[in-house]
């Protein structure tokens, strides 16, 4: 399956518009391999530094991963400039920086202040839960 354009809604965030070309089983292919989860998941946790999104998305010209700070006091709404990190095309990324930060996720899990959650994506106006 193609998507045309998929919008990412961190609930009361401002959308990402996202293009895709491939079909979404080669994104999810290539994460599981790498034990990450599917093309187009948003990842959301909180540290006391903030909030910070890991997204995995399929992209026309090939596959990318990003890594995206928000600020906490705008809560999800407000995303900085930059990624933290980002890779492009996913098969040529920095498989240790993409490991980090799936490793922060995981183990950040035990931390009190620690909050992750899975949020959902839009595609061509229909509303997946993830």
């Known amino acids: 399956?193609?998507?045309?354009?998929?919008?990412?809604?961190?609930?009361v965030a401002a959308p990402l518009a996202v293009r895709s070309g491939f079909p979404i089983e080669k994104g999810e292919r290539i994460l599981k391999h790498m034990f990450i989860g599917g093309a187009g998941d948003v990842y959301i946790w909180q540290?006391?530094?903030g909030y910070h999104a890991f997204t995995v998305m399929t992209l026309k010209d090939g596959d990318m991963w990003s890594i995206q700070k928000f600020d906490k006091a705008a809560g999800?709404?407000?995303?900085?400039d930059?990624?933290?990190?980002s890779?492009?095309?996913l098969a040529d990324?920095?498989?240790a920086e993409l490991a980090t930060a799936y490793n922060?996720?995981?183990a950040g899990s035990s931390d009190p202040?620690?909050?992750f959650g899975k949020y959902s994506i839009l595609v061509d106006g229909v509303h997946h839960p993830m």
């Open 1 to 11: 399956m193609k998507y045309a354009a998929a919008i990412l809604s961190l609930l």
């Open 47 to 49: 540290t006391l530094l």
């Open 76 to 80: 999800h709404a407000s995303p900085l």
């Open 82 to 85: 930059r990624p933290v990190a």
């Open 87 to 89: 890779g492009f095309p």
């Open 93 to 95: 990324l920095n498989r």
């Open 104 to 106: 922060e996720i995981v």
């Open 113 to 115: 202040n620690y909050w």
